[in-house]
């Protein structure tokens, strides 16, 4: 990114950029903190950010303030949702002293150097807002501004799946971390499940390759007796017409491993259209094959873990005559339409549109009837211009719905769609015939199947048993005492003491100088750990927690210094159960908000007992016989 010129006067200067990697009640996923020192703390004009933003963020809705830095935390939020980033909460701005102001707001994992880019470039911008500066200077600012969005665009959730996964556990309460890249984990320890897009860590590669390979996927599902067209991988248009004078018109031609409707040509009816859509085809791979054109509506059935739970009809792009425009404006005013559903594709004129138009005895200068509809693809991508539409489950023939569930259970998918070609979805394919299409090893499924999804994988929310506990003299012993029961009933525990981190009775962690935040995000993060049991040090303050809810606090030692005092009263507001030995009469700070357990003598075996108390009420399958 290109350095900016220095700005001979500023009114805001960015002091200090920092990550905070953890959460908490206020900020439930990670953030940043910015501290900004602004000499001129007057608002730059509404019309004027408008103005600026009409291109890179024609939604800008600025506040109603009259101070700077708000206005700069505001853009900050707006730019970052714009470059896809999750936004779960607002930025909190506080003042502290002498001008300055403590400013933290959602960060993603993994992109603070481009969040930390944007913000600089946002301060850079109004600076030079401030001493009205020229008109290329500004233009330069805007262009630092595109830069570090596109910067952190590439770090942002990709494609349609993954942002609603995001926001639906956020929604439902379950703990999301990034790993790298697109793959997020969704739940801690032994209860989290880990994807991207929608394959899960479950999902077995050797299914996901057969179900990339349409040929391999039609001729296994033949196998098993499931309705499939007739279908032949070819070398050439010889292939091919071999394949006709055997079965006849009309055929499908696609590459047999390509997703997304790419180089597939529908319903052709002549050698000249084979050998055109043969030569298409192999421009987006060498693996051809041709098979029979299947009559019927497209319905994609979503399977999950062996049921379906959403049946969606989809058709092929078209567009609704209003009796005045011609078809072609009625197609570009479909494609400007920034209402269409997200994933959908714009309707792109080619020789298979053309043949339709014609076919339905029209041209692109005709002008539809008011609610005529002219077809204008064969093939049912959303991703080509195609619509969706949801069916209820109750209105889908049985037959049909085992149908798709058993072509899923042989690809042996846990997630996975079914693309079905059936005259009516209300009646069993049994009668009326149907074709198995496709069967989508990562399908697109829409904004509101994570929640259905997630029901089934996250009962207890994908949460396990955290303890956290401040060590005293006398923690070795209750220590050693729940560390030996947990192997006996079978429990993981994730322990974070002395620096390291232990699983079961094993360090996993060679470095003796860990902090607790360190600690917990390794151990949250391993599919191993059935709890979390974390020695308090001032990191789970300062970069956040790994997790929003404590399930017990143990303070088995005397507070004397005033750092302690403070880590208590931030863990205490995020524990649902205290069991301390305080003084309160001795600290009157401590004695607001929720109260403590009894104070009590302390006493390991108590302590050890409490613990396990946690953890049997979490896995009461995994108690033994004493």
């Known amino acids: 990114m290109d350095s900016p010129a220095p700005i001979q006067s500023q009114s805001i200067h960015l002091q200090e950029f920092r990550v905070i990697g953890g959460v908490t009640k206020v900020f439930p996923q990670p953030t940043a903190s910015a501290i900004l020192l602004v000499s001129d703390d007057q608002a730059i004009a509404e019309n004027v950010l408008q103005d600026l933003f009409k291109g890179l963020l024609p939604s800008l809705r600025m506040i109603q303030t009259a101070k700077l830095v708000e ?27 002498n001008g300055t102001y403590k400013m933290i707001f959602p960060c993603l994992p993994g992109a603070h150097q481009a969040s930390a880019h944007l913000l600089v470039a946002i301060v850079q911008l109004f600076n030079l807002l401030k001493v009205d500066a020229e008109l290329e200077q500004r233009q330069d600012a805007m262009k630092r501004i595109q830069q570090a969005v596109q910067a952190l665009l590439a770090e942002a959730p990709r494609g349609i799946n993954t942002m609603p996964m995001l926001q639906t556990a956020h929604k439902m309460g379950i703990p999301w971390y990034r790993l790298i890249g697109n793959i997020y984990q969704f739940g801690q320890g032994r209860r989290s499940y880990r994807f991207d897009s929608s394959i899960s860590d479950v999902t077995p590669h050797l299914s996901v390759q057969l179900a990339q390979n349409k040929f391999l996927t039609s001729t296994l ?78 319905h994609r059935i979503h399977v999950f873990n062996g049921k379906a739970y959403r049946v969606r009809h989809r058709v092929p792009a078209q567009v609704v005559g209003d009796g005045k425009s011609k078809l072609e404006q009625l197609i570009a005013q479909n494609n400007a339409n920034a209402n269409r559903t997200a994933g959908t594709g714009v309707i792109h004129v080619d020789d298979e549109s053309l043949k339709l138009i014609s076919q339905q005895k029209m041209t692109l200068q005709s002008i539809p009837s008011k609610g005529q509809i002219v077809k204008l693809k064969v093939i049912a991508n959303v991703s080509a211009g195609g619509t969706s539409y949801e069916v209820p489950l109750d209105e889908v023939h049985p037959d049909n719905i085992y149908l798709a569930e058993r072509a899923v259970a042989t690809l042996k998918l846990d997630l996975a769609a079914v693309d079905l070609l059936i005259p009516d979805i209300r009646q069993s394919w049994l009668d009326s015939g149907a074709a198995i299409c496709e069967v989508n090893s990562k399908p697109q499924f829409g904004a509101d199947a994570p929640a259905k999804i997630f029901a089934q994988l996250f009962p207890q929310r994908g949460k396990i048993p955290v303890i956290v506990f401040f060590a005293g003299t006398n923690s070795h012993e209750w220590l050693g005492a729940v560390q030996h029961q947990a192997i006996q009933r079978g429990i993981n525990l994730g322990i974070a003491h002395h620096g390291a981190a232990w699983i079961g009775s094993r360090r996993v962690t060679q470095d003796g100088q860990l902090s607790a935040f ?34 017990l606090l143990l303070v088995d030692r005397d507070l004397k210094e005033q750092a302690e005092i403070d880590l208590t009263l931030f863990l205490r507001s995020h524990c649902k159960l205290l069991l301390d030995n305080l003084d309160y009469a001795n600290l009157p700070k401590l004695s607001a908000g929720p109260q403590s357990g009894t104070a009590f003598e302390v006493i390991p075996s108590m302590l050890a007992e409490e613990v396990m108390n946690i953890l049997d009420e979490q896995y009461p399958a995994a108690k033994v016989s004493k």
Request: charged share 20%; aromatic share 4%; net charge negative.
């Open 518 to 551: 360190q600690i917990a995000e390794i151990l949250v993060k391993d599919t191993q750990v059935d709890a979390l049991l974390i020695a308090a040090d001032p990191s789970l303050m300062h970069n956040g927690m790994s997790f929003q809810e404590i399930d």
């Open 71 to 97: 206005q700069i935390g505001s853009l900050n939020v707006q730019l970052s949702a714009r470059a896809g980033a999750p936004q779960f909460c607002d930025s909190k701005i506080a003042p502290l002293a």
């Open 221 to 298: 599902l033949r196998q098993q007796g499931l309705p499939v067209a007739q279908s032949k991988l070819v070398g050439s248009v010889e292939d091919a017409m071999q394949f006709v004078q055997q079965h006849g018109y009309p055929v499908v031609v696609k590459p047999c491993d390509r997703d997304r409707g790419l180089g597939v040509a529908c319903k052709l009816e002549s050698p000249e259209e084979i050998a055109a859509a043969f030569e298409a085809a192999r421009k987006h791979s060498p693996h051809i094959m041709i098979e029979t054109y299947v009559r019927g509506e497209d």
